[in-house]
């Protein structure tokens, strides 16, 4: 199985950056594509950005321009670089893990963007 923890979220204002983490451990060798998701409060689960295991990155229209998925194999970790945050972008970020048997979750991380 793979586990995925997160972290990085927080409070930031308008127009500020953050970076989240996603640290992958377990079988990880079974990871086909990885992808960070968010929530905001009444809203439906959204993709933010993907990350396939050939490099080929995907993004959210709301997002291109100003957030940038990345993974460090090394620390068997992933990113989300989020620059010039709106507070549209406050919602619990999530990231995934794709097999070809199984989709994995982390737990959450909250980024809230102030205005």
């Known amino acids: 199985q793979v586990q995925l923890v997160e972290s990085g979220g927080g409070l930031v204002q308008a127009g500020g950056s953050l970076r989240l983490s996603c640290a992958a451990s377990?079988?990880?060798?079974?990871?086909?594509?990885m992808g960070w998701f968010r929530q905001a409060p009444g809203k439906q689960r959204e993709l933010v950005a993907m990350?396939?295991?050939?490099?080929?990155?995907g993004y959210a229209d709301s997002v291109k321009g100003r957030f940038t998925i990345s993974r460090d194999n090394a620390k068997n970790t992933m990113y989300l670089q989020m620059n010039s945050l709106k507070p549209e972008d406050t919602a619990v970020y999530y990231c995934?893990?794709?097999?070809?048997?199984?989709?994995?979750w982390g737990q959450g991380t909250q980024v809230t963007v102030s205005s």
């Open positions: 995934n893990a794709e097999t070809n048997k199984y989709t994995a």
């Open positions: 377990g079988s990880i060798f079974s990871i086909n594509a």
């Open positions: 990350l396939t295991s050939g490099g080929a990155t």
